[in-house]
């Protein structure tokens, strides 16, 4: 019913950039969240940054200063841009929205399929 698709991943050194995108596309009321969450192979998937679809924001302490997540409520569109990576910033990101379907009801969680961001060294 709502499909959430990332782009953007890719392979840098340490100290690039990489600028991720989420589009979400189907049967959407309101969104009132999107954010971004990243799982690295051993590890349990953590949050590391939300928006609203007021404009308000949350980040990791591990990425603050260095990620900026903005949207485009327009186009139900989150972005996540990433500067001055670190090896340990290497994982997969995954795109969560809270999606509201119709008016008056409670927003569900719907998920991306991920895209893979390596930083080495």
């Known amino acids: 019913q709502v499909r959430l698709v990332e782009s953007g991943g890719g392979l840098v050194q340490a100290g690039g950039s990489l600028r991720l995108s989420c589009a979400a596309s189907?049967?959407?009321?309101?969104?009132?969240?999107m954010g971004w969450y990243r799982q690295a192979p051993g590890k349990q998937r953590e949050s590391v940054a939300d928006?609203?679809?007021?404009?308000?924001?949350n980040y990791a302490g591990s990425v603050k200063g260095r990620f900026t997540i903005s949207r485009d409520n327009a186009k139900n569109t989150v972005y996540l841009q990433m500067n001055s990576l670190k090896p340990e910033d290497t994982a997969v990101y995954y795109c969560n929205a809270v999606v509201l379907t119709a008016p008056f009801v409670r927003g569900s969680d719907y998920w991306g399929q991920g895209t893979q961001v390596t930083v080495s060294s």
């Open positions: 189907g049967t959407i009321f309101r969104i009132n969240v």
């Open positions: 928006i609203t679809s007021g404009g308000t924001i």
